[in-house]
């Protein structure tokens, strides 16, 4: 059974960066599609970047463009999101998912989950 764990969450001031990982076991991690997504207090949850199983597709949501990157090493089963610049619109907890298909901003497209880590950016 595939699983997902997050690390690298945790609270830092505004303009500094982060780096988020995600490990990934009980899978072929080198076939999957990986993304990012988050969740703010009181809204819902929503799409940061995503990039397909060979890392020549990636989509960015337009509020992080520039500023996070997203990365995976298909050696180690791991998904990585660096987030420079950080704002406190960026605080959220992020999550990783993954998905067979190819890459997608929608939730319905992501099979498995992590559990989530927090990332809080103080002004």
């Known amino acids: 059974q595939v699983q997902l764990t997050e690390s690298g969450g945790g609270t830092v001031q505004a303009g500094g960066s982060l780096g988020l990982s995600c490990g990934v076991s009980?899978?072929?991690?080198?076939?999957?599609?990986m993304a990012w997504f988050r969740q703010a207090p009181g809204k819902e949850r929503e799409f940061v970047a995503t990039?397909?199983?060979?890392?020549?597709?990636?989509y960015y949501a337009d509020s992080v463009k520039g500023r996070f990157f997203i990365s995976r090493e298909n050696a180690k089963n791991t998904a990585r999101l660096q987030m420079d610049s950080l704002n406190v619109e960026d605080t959220a907890v992020y999550y990783c998912?993954?998905?067979?298909?190819?890459?997608?901003?929608?939730?319905?497209?992501?099979?498995?989950w992590g559990q989530g880590t927090q990332v809080t950016v103080s002004s």
């Open positions: 998912a993954v998905s067979r298909g190819g890459p997608s901003r929608y939730q319905r497209y992501y099979e498995k």
């Open positions: 009980g899978g072929t991690f080198s076939r999957y599609t």
């Open positions: 990039i397909d199983w060979s890392s020549r597709t990636i």
